[in-house]
């Protein structure tokens, strides 16, 4: 007779946002898939924010059924705004009231992990297929929040990305003065000519914004990156926003890239994050968030 499994002591706890969309939400819930085969020894459960099943209460919940010691929480997103600062620390702090015998820990945002930048440096050059030339732009497009330092991580990312000698192949890149105003370009022999960041909503510079400073400064092809996991309505604004401009700027090329989903270096990027957590190493950059202190213009906020 075979033996019972053992429970597990630890609970993985992925946060997801939540979509409407049934294949961001199936592309969550594979991504999850893929980290509990190579962790079997954890409980790995999603839950959503919003707009999707199972909530965070009831992920929370059936680990606690499955007769876990510890659950570990690691947010399913790349920039660190309100969800992640608010939404995930609230859930947990019920769940302990709740569940008062389970130890729970709570992990920071992908962020810039090298891992992360890779897999945006690749889902680059396949949007960038096709447009070679010194005259090639890259516009990279985050979700927006009214979180300054959720946006200014954005441009963080940007400008690692366009100091990568990682990415090569796509442009003799031409020599352009920098831009005090936010565009990344770079100069020399196979790295972009220039990386653009842009919000979809709630923040500026917006797609189309963005799409007019590229051509402004000398750009004819772009590449419109979605710095996104999941697929949802946001990617297809994206979409909209750059066929409706390019309609009216019929001169320039653009091809629109995908979401991350898919990439198998997301799972170790997670793993990372449920690992620093348990150890007690997880650490946000919250100096300059408006949750924190009361920056010039948000003073309104807590």
């Known amino acids: 007779m075979m033996n019972a499994r053992r429970p597990a002591e630890t609970g993985l706890l992925l946060i997801g946002h939540g979509t409407r969309s049934k294949e961001g939400v199936a592309q969550c819930i594979d991504l999850s898939r893929q980290v509990a085969s190579s962790v079997p020894q954890m409980e790995v459960k999603t839950g959503f924010i919003e707009l999707a099943e199972p909530g965070l209460t009831e992920a929370i919940d059936d680990l606690a059924a499955k007769g876990v010691s510890k659950v570990v929480a690691v947010p399913l997103v790349l920039l660190p705004a309100g969800h992640l600062k608010l939404d995930g620390p609230a859930a947990l702090s019920t769940a302990r009231a709740r569940h008062p015998r389970i130890d729970f820990f709570y992990g920071r945002d992908l962020g810039t992990h090298p891992l992360v930048l890779a897999t945006a440096q690749d889902q680059i050059s396949a949007t960038a297929a096709g447009l070679c030339g010194p005259d090639i732009a890259v516009v990279l497009v985050g979700r927006g929040s009214t979180d300054p330092d959720a946006n200014a991580e954005l441009y963080k990312v940007s400008r690692l990305l366009a100091d990568s000698r990682s990415i090569q192949g796509l442009a003799t890149a031409a020599k352009i003065a920098p831009d005090p105003s936010g565009t990344v370009p770079v100069s020399g022999t196979g790295v972009l000519s220039m990386i653009e960041p842009a919000f979809v909503s709630l923040a ?22 979605p710095y996104f996991l999941f697929a949802g309505v946001l990617i297809d604004r994206i979409k909209s926003q750059v066929a409706q401009w390019a309609t009216s700027n019929p001169q320039a090329r653009i091809h629109v890239g995908k979401e991350m989903a898919g990439d198998s270096r997301l799972v170790e990027v997670v793993l990372e994050r449920a690992r620093e957590a348990l150890i007690g190493g997880a650490a946000m950059n919250c100096d300059c968030c408006i949750y924190k202190v009361a920056l010039p213009g948000y003073r309104s906020n807590p």
């Not at 189309?208 to 990156?225: H, T, Y």
């Open 204 to 225: 500026p510079p917006s797609v189309p914004q963005a799409l007019e400073r590229c051509v402004r400064l000398g750009a004819s092809k772009i590449a419109v990156v």
